[in-house]
Nanobody, 126 residues
């Protein structure tokens, strides 16, 4: 059974930092691109970042570039997203997703990925 379980969200003040984790199971993690996407209240899904299978290539949305880092631990089937200098506009539910394809495109739904998690809420107060 495939599972992606996000954790690490919470309430943080503007300017603060968070490290989100996504624990994967049920599939060969090291064969998959890993993605972070987010959905703010009343808005569509936004692609945030992704990382290739062996961590050699990483990509970030312009809205988070310079403030976010993505990393993965293939030995422990986990991907991380660290966000610094958080802004109220970063408030959203953050989902991780997995796909064997490179999908550096704006998603409409998490179902466009092969696997996805239920998300973790990040709230940034001003």
């Amino acid at each position: 059974q495939v599972q992606l379980v996000e954790s690490g969200g919470g309430l943080v003040q503007a300017g603060g930092s968070l490290r989100l984790s996504c624990a994967a199971s049920g599939f060969t993690f090291s064969n998959y691109w890993m993605y972070w996407v987010r959905q703010a209240p009343g808005k569509g899904l936004e692609w945030v970042s992704c990382m290739y299978t062996d961590s050699t290539n990483t990509y970030f949305a312009t809205s988070v570039v310079g403030r976010a880092t993505i990393s993965r631990d293939n030995a422990n089937n986990t991907v991380y997203l660290t966000m610094n200098n958080l802004k109220p506009d970063d408030t959203a539910v953050y989902h991780c997703a997995a796909d064997r394809r490179s999908r550096i495109v704006a998603p409409h739904s998490v179902t466009e990925y092969e696997y996805w998690g239920q998300g973790t809420q990040v709230t940034v107060s001003s």
